[in-house]
């Protein structure tokens, strides 16, 4: 799958506002496929929308598909503005707030990309709970080796016990790209 061209967009507006934490193309591709097995009337939740590219993968996915909602939170207004500057189709919402917060007040869905500290280090019961029965979470950049400061990589290995640990999951560690675990909540 070549890079579309919003993704192409957003990874540029990223790259001129100096923002360097962008979802990875191989990320991407993983995210574009599960977001075409969404079911009809689902939900997809991005937590991190940063410049909008894991956001424009996830689109990508959809090849147009207006039956279903994606719901991308970021806390902050700057990223959240570059990420409002692409056309993206009307069932696409962008939210700004905490990932933790926010998570525990949209509902649920078929599909969460958890790309923030918001969701992911924090509130990470609750994202896991937001999962529909056989809805997917994919974490990404979780490879601690890649995180040797201030105790992230610590951290990161939480969140992995958390999730390989979680008896209502079934759980795939990826090896590539910045490490990704990618889990289904069981049915």
């Known amino acids: 799958m070549s890079e579309p061209e919003s993704v192409s967009r957003c990874r540029e507006r990223a790259r001129?506002?100096?923002?360097?934490?962008s979802c990875e193309p191989e990320i991407g591709r993983l995210l574009a496929t599960l977001a075409a097995a969404v079911p009809k009337g689902g939900r997809i939740l991005e937590l991190g929308t940063g410049a909008g590219v894991g956001l424009a993968w996830i689109t990508s996915g959809l090849d147009g598909r207006a039956d279903l909602e994606v719901v991308s939170?970021?806390?902050?207004?700057?990223?959240l503005g570059l990420a409002a500057a692409e056309d993206w189709p009307d069932t696409v919402?962008?939210?700004?707030?905490?990932?933790a917060e926010e998570v525990r007040r949209q509902?649920?869905?078929?599909?969460v990309f958890a790309d923030a500290p918001g969701g992911k280090l924090e509130g990470l019961g609750d994202t896991i709970a937001c999962l529909t029965p056989g809805g997917v979470l994919v974490v990404d950049d979780m490879d601690p080796a890649l995180h040797t400061d201030d105790g992230f990589g610590e951290a990161l290995e939480r969140?992995?016990?958390?999730i390989v640990g979680d008896r209502r999951?079934?759980?795939?560690?990826l090896a590539f790209s910045s490490g990704a675990i990618v889990a289904t909540r069981r049915a």
């Open 16 to 21: 001129d506002a100096g923002f360097e934490l």
């Open 73 to 79: 939170v970021e806390s902050d207004a700057t990223m």
């Open 93 to 99: 919402r962008l939210v700004q707030g905490d990932g």
């Open 107 to 111: 509902g649920d869905f078929d599909l």
């Open 159 to 162: 969140v992995r016990d958390d």
């Open 169 to 173: 999951l079934v759980a795939a560690e």
